[in-house]
């Protein structure tokens, strides 16, 4: 199993921006892909964005397409999230999560496949 922990979190103004990291620990990252998910306030868990093993696929939630960036270096076995216009309505826990199942160049905004989570980092978006 790895083991994953976010942070990056915080406080913001509308339009600000911050880099969410998550790292890993336990086994090596590019053994993984991996997804950001988000949990608004009172709200389910949703798709935010995903990057394969080998870094060369990403995806996005198509209302942070254009101001959200994933990355990962996998000689740190550390994924990010960079945002970067941040709105109000992107208040949210932020969670990292891993799957081992895919093929190195694939992404999947699939919660359910996701098969290992961090506790989540919180990121307000004050207006």
């Known amino acids: 199993q790895v083991q994953l922990v976010e942070s990056g979190g915080g406080l913001v103004q509308a339009g600000g921006s911050l880099r969410l990291s998550c790292a890993a620990s336990?086994?090596?990252?590019?053994?993984?892909?991996m997804g950001w998910i988000r949990q608004a306030p009172g709200k389910e868990r949703t798709f935010v964005a995903a990057?394969?093993?080998?870094?060369?696929?990403?995806r996005y939630e198509d209302s942070v397409k254009g101001r959200f960036t994933i990355s990962r270096d996998n000689t740190k076995d550390t994924v990010y999230l960079q945002m970067s216009s941040l709105k109000p309505e992107d208040t949210a826990i932020y969670f990292c999560?891993?799957?081992?199942?895919?093929?190195?160049?694939?992404?999947?905004?699939?919660?359910?496949?996701?098969?290992?989570w961090g506790q989540g980092t919180q990121v307000t978006v004050s207006s």
């Open positions: 999560a891993a799957d081992a199942t895919l093929s190195p160049s694939f992404t999947t905004a699939s919660l359910s496949t996701y098969e290992n």
């Open positions: 990057i394969s093993r080998d870094g060369g696929t990403t």
């Open positions: 336990g086994r090596p990252l590019s053994n993984y892909a």
